[in-house]
Each structure stands twice: as C-alpha cells, then as structure tokens.
C-alpha cells in the first residue's frame, strides 16, 4: 500500500506546481494593456523592446519566391531574404514580434506591404522570417502571435 501512496502524492504535487505556473502564465498572457519586455539578440549585440500584445492565434503564412523583386504597396522592393511583412491594417514601417506558441521562437519584421488577400490569413511573412519560426518546414501556414514592438 505505501508503495502505491508515494508516486500517487508525488504526481499529485508535479501536478499541482505545474497548474499554478501556468495559471500564473495565464494572468500574464491576458493582461493586453500592460506593454512588456523582451530582448533581441543582433550577432553579439542585444537590443532591449518593449513590445504591446496584439492578437494572439492567428494564421500566418509566407510569400512565394515569384514575388522577389516586385514593389510593394509602400514602394520598397520585396526580398524574402529580410525580416518583413505583410499586413491589412498595420502601418508601413510598424515592427511586429511574431511568436509561434508550438516552439516558442520569435522574430522581429517590418510592415512594408498590404495582404494577405486570402480570407482567414492575418499576416503574410517573408520566407526567411517564417522559416525561423516555423516548427513544420514543409507547411506554408502556421499559428502565430503578434506583439507590436513600441519604441
């Protein structure tokens, strides 16, 4: 009987800490007026933001390589080897810190272009930005979350 006791208690209190971390997680993670820290490590260099959440579980995607080259609506040149974007609603030059919640990567873009144009889709990725992040190389979509960067 005591041997049975021990590992029943045992996962009881994993349980219970592992419950209270992430309920406290939680209370974080919905508090959207509160603006909170993160850091950006560049090469050797690391940049401290402050970043607002703005939604959370959308659908990104990435553009396709055939757009390389072509303006964009703000008039830069589109190259998939940089960290941009595109969205809807967002102003040119707004940066946003787009995390996938599977692996918990994130990386730093810049609004350049309007889109995406497919319904259900928020945000549009150049393909180096999404392939940092993304946990499934052979998808073209994933769940993202997006914060805006504030100065």
Do not use: C
Not at 111 to 131: N, Q, Y
């Amino acid at each position: 009987m005591k041997k049975i006791i021990a590992p029943i208690l045992l996962l009881f209190v994993f349980v219970f800490f592992v419950s209270s971390f992430a309920s406290e997680k939680m209370r974080l993670n919905d508090n959207t007026k509160s603006v909170l820290q993160d850091t950006l490590r560049i090469d050797s260099t690391q940049i401290r933001f402050k970043y607002k959440p703005y939604k959370k579980s959308v659908h990104a995607s990435y553009y396709h390589d055939r757009f390389n080259g072509r303006k964009t609506a703000s008039g830069k040149r589109f190259d998939n080897t940089k960290y941009t974007a595109a969205h809807k609603k967002l102003p040119f030059g707004t940066a946003l810190r787009i995390t996938n919640p599977v692996n918990n990567k994130s990386v730093v873009v810049t609004v350049i272009d309007r889109g995406p144009f497919t319904r259900g889709r928020e945000i549009d990725l150049s393909k180096k930005a999404f392939m940092e992040i993304s946990h499934a190389k052979g998808r073209g979509f994933i769940d993202v979350n997006i914060d805006v960067v504030k100065e």
